[in-house]
């Protein structure tokens, strides 16, 4: 069963209720537990039954981890990690879209390529040193530990390679709590990357999984003392409940990714990303285009460059009616996402209101009001709202108001420099591009490295082998090693 922003922010304050005296936003004194046998069932792979073994298994291949093996041992295995993912990315592609039932296989393919080719290993992790008179100074990445990984539906294998690659290169072991609607493909992945890892010299259990992931397991790795960092990807109840775990947290919260398009924009560019990133894997992605705000004359050249590259344009009676089909009313008022028509293809949202279009439709897109639900939902389906404003500062206030303070994701088509300042300032999300798909400012079609947890919420942005580590200083004092 889906695991809601609710339910987990329940499980946290139990677990909160059980520590004591532990302050939020505090990490309470903890010892770590002697060792102890993994009881039951060994592991099959890194899957086992049971999370505490699941958690145990882990902790001690991180101390093997950080004792044995050395940067290039990481780097070597990193790259283990990398083959093996390539050799099974069109299937897990496939899986996935059959056990979750959403996206598209093609941009699955892509999604796991950019995330197995351009997530930084233990490359990234560059030690600091300042030598003076007073002695030599050094800062260098250590890790956590045992972190407990929580991914999402969306991305379910594309999360796992992301996150295995930067939380081991940092010398981290991780347990993954995956989303029980695609438990079975992230077994798979999980099961060979550890083959992988083994194959190449590595230690067994550097991921672990249980087998039936469930809202109990999620309490007990909040409470174990031997998960040292927890990493969600989900909704703000989530990220915000995490938070209040009294544990170090790394939070991957939610978005509704506004465009503004200009006047002065080249308006076949826009109209041809605009279709390829909202479009993109059924839009399921945090960052993908969710809204358009359009100025002025911009508008209708816009929509016509829209429908160019093959997207449905809806009247007002039939974006009603999607409206009652796709979105539900939410409790205090309000519309909601409806989970059933998440990441579905546009052909077969179209059909419930009677419009056939060819499979190679991608997108729909229809002219609202910025206080339209299409607008102000998070839908995640290829479903495009088109906002037509008055002038560049409305597009900017509604745009505002349509991010919901996120702080996520935000792009703009535009040759006005000021425009693209102005907006970037006003509305300070962690990813902001210029002039392209927002699939661009995670490495796909863009430079710069990949990633699958854009922590916005926490502040550690496009996370990489860094954000799982702590800062450790070494001094030594008196003008020791200096040769000058």
Request: proline share 5%; with cysteine.
């Amino acid at each position: 069963m889906d695991i809601t922003s609710q339910e987990i922010e329940s499980i946290v304050r139990q677990v909160l209720s059980g520590m004591g005296s532990a302050v939020p936003g505090t990490v309470p004194a903890q010892t770590a537990p002697s060792p102890r046998p993994v009881r039951g069932n060994p592991g099959d792979r890194g899957v086992f039954e049971d999370v505490d073994d699941a958690v145990q298994a882990a902790w001690e291949a991180q101390r093997d981890w950080v004792a044995h093996y050395k940067i290039e041992d990481r780097q070597r295995i990193v790259e283990a990690i990398r083959r093996c993912a390539r050799s099974h990315v069109e299937e897990w592609s496939r899986k996935i879209v059959e056990e979750t039932g959403m996206g598209r296989y093609e941009d699955k393919v892509e999604k796991h390529l950019a995330t197995i080719n351009k997530t930084p290993g233990p490359e990234c992790l560059s030690t600091e040193a300042i030598s003076g008179d007073a002695g030599l100074m050094l800062e260098e990445y250590a890790p956590f530990g045992v972190i407990c990984s929580i991914t999402p539906t969306t991305n379910p294998t594309e999360t796992i390679i992301n996150n295995t690659i930067s939380m081991i290169s940092g010398g981290n072991t991780v347990v993954f709590n995956v989303h029980p609607r695609a438990k079975k493909v992230c077994a798979d992945c999980l099961q060979a990357l550890n083959t992988a890892i083994v194959e190449a010299g590595g230690p067994e259990n550097l991921l672990t999984m249980t087998r039936e992931p469930t809202m109990e397991n999620v309490d007990k790795m909040a409470a174990n003392p031997n998960v040292r960092l927890m990493a969600g990807t989900g909704g703000t109840g989530m990220v915000n409940a995490l938070l209040r775990s009294g544990k170090k947290c790394i939070g991957a919260g939610a978005g509704n990714p506004p465009v503004i398009v200009d006047e002065t924009a080249d308006l076949e560019l826009a109209g041809r990303k605009i279709y390829e990133g909202a479009s993109f894997d059924n839009n399921i992605l945090c960052f993908a285009e969710k809204e358009v705000f359009a100025v002025g004359s911009a508008c209708g050249e816009l929509v016509r460059q829209l429908q160019k590259q093959g997207a449905y344009l809806l009247n007002a009676a039939q974006t009603e009616q999607l409206v009652k089909i796709v979105l539900q009313p939410k409790q205090g008022g309000g519309h909601e996402v409806n989970k059933k028509w998440v990441g579905q293809d546009a052909a077969k949202i179209l059909e419930t209101i009677g419009v056939k279009v060819p499979d190679s439709c991608r997108l729909a897109i229809c002219q609202v009001p910025a206080d339209h639900p299409f607008v102000l939902v998070e839908q995640m389906m290829p479903v495009l709202p088109i906002v037509c404003s008055a002038s560049f500062d409305e597009a900017v206030e509604q745009a505002l108001v349509a991010e919901h303070g996120n702080r996520h994701t935000a792009s703009i088509f535009s040759k006005d420099v000021d425009h693209m300042t102005r907006f970037a300032r006003a509305i300070e999300t962690t990813i902001y591009v210029k002039n392209s798909a927002t699939k661009a400012g995670v490495g796909i079609g863009g430079e710069g490295h990949c990633t699958m947890t854009i922590a916005g919420p926490t502040g550690e942005g496009i996370t990489c082998a860094k954000s799982f580590c702590r800062r450790r200083r070494c001094m030594l004092a008196e003008g020791g090693l200096r040769i000058i």
